[in-house]
């Protein structure tokens, strides 16, 4: 399965434990220690911290719980469902979570396996599944690598961001209420990647590819979020210095054309090459700096400022509002798995979730 995945990203990139302490900057807070290396993570209203686990370190479970303990166990809790309403569920590679009202959103790219993309709802409250929305071509096509997404609870969509082989990096909007799906903003500017590279330490990003040659991999849209109005959904290519924003009421109008729609996109700020963000009341948005191992935001007066920098910070992959307004990230050392490692996996435990000082409130899930 690993030399599948890693075959299967050679050929799209390139076009394209427990345990608490004080950083030593006091800018964030190292709220746990894991042994296995975190993909995306979401936290629930209830205050429940939901992680997957990246597929690159091939994992056994592919989403898991952090309890109280410290200990991780594999989420959903399956054994604890009513025998007389039995429920299946079979989880490929998660990486994409998201909470809404209860209701944690997994989204299983199946790239392990080779299976075909789905959405997966699992009720909290009741603890069963609530529905699977599968992404089948042209939807998500063979190279698809839908990763990150945000839920839209005014207009009831999710807007997933999918890098795919970069030329044709593009938006998948759902419909929740029915399921349908669409792919749109396909090879706009700003979805697919730039022509800029990621080093970290020195050291740049390298992918093996099929015949064997080192690449340099520059991959399309990942990150994405949403302001809490609903107003606007903010993204960009990953491998790109350009955030942009277009508003989620025109994502969701289908009689708008696609040139109509690419139209309406604006660039929104300058970013550093990053993975996933997030975004607060203030509409501040979080992201982590990839190249300099900190954690940024791009604020409301679209500047941009470092607000932790840091070796543990190896890697900030994606972050989650708490009910409380605490503001969560993990940190994967992605860099040095064997995917993007030219075939190496030099990546050591401990990961991390990390508790980062936001400068207001978000929205518990997102």
């Avoid at 900057?25 to 990246?54: E, K």
């Avoid at 400022?305 to 840091?310: H, I, R, V, Y």
Wanted: neutral net charge; contains cysteine.
């Amino acid at each position: 399965m690993k030399k599948k995945l890693v075959l299967a990203l050679a050929l799209a990139l390139p076009t394209l434990a427990g345990g608490s302490g004080f950083a030593t900057d006091r800018t964030f807070d190292v709220a746990a220690r894991l042994t296995q290396g975190p993909g995306n993570v979401t936290v629930t209203s209830g205050g429940r911290i939901i992680i997957s686990q990246h597929q690159f370190y091939e994992p056994k479970a592919s989403v898991v719980e952090l309890r109280a303990d410290g200990i991780t166990s594999p989420f959903p809790n399956l054994e604890a469902n009513d025998r007389e309403h039995p429920r299946s569920l079979s989880l490929d590679s998660v990486l994409g979570l998201r909470s809404d009202n209860g209701v944690v959103w997994l989204l299983d790219n199946g790239m392990r396996s080779g299976v075909t993309p789905k959405l997966v709802a699992w009720d909290t409250t009741t603890n069963q599944l609530s529905r699977v929305i599968y992404l089948p071509p042209p939807i998500a096509p063979k190279d698809a690598f839908v990763n990150d997404f945000t839920i839209d609870g005014r207009h009831k969509k999710i807007f997933i961001a999918d890098p795919a082989g970069g030329a044709n990096a593009a938006l998948i909007v759902v419909d929740i209420a029915t399921g349908a799906a669409r792919r749109v903003l396909e090879g706009h500017r700003s979805v697919v990647p730039e022509n800029v590279d990621l080093a970290i330490d020195g050291r740049p990003i390298q992918v093996k590819g099929a015949n064997g040659q080192l690449v340099t991999p520059h991959i399309g849209v990942n990150p994405i979020t949403e302001d809490l109005e609903n107003e606007w959904v903010y993204f960009g290519p990953m491998h790109g210095l350009s955030l942009y924003r277009v508003k989620a009421e025109d994502l969701t109008n289908e009689s708008i054309d696609a040139p109509t729609l690419a139209s309406r996109v604006e660039r929104y700020s300058a970013k550093p090459i990053c993975d996933g963000i997030t975004i607060d009341k203030d509409n501040n948005i979080y992201l982590g700096n990839l190249a300099e191992n900190a954690i940024g935001v791009i604020k409301s007066d679209r500047s941009y400022q470092q607000l932790a920098k840091s070796d543990q910070l190896s890697w900030v992959d994606s972050f989650s509002f708490g009910p409380d307004g605490r503001l969560y990230a993990v940190v994967n050392q992605l860099h040095r798995s064997a995917a993007l490692n030219g075939g190496e996996n030099v990546a050591k435990a401990p990961y991390f979730l990390v508790e980062v000082r936001a400068l207001a409130a978000g929205l518990a899930g997102r």
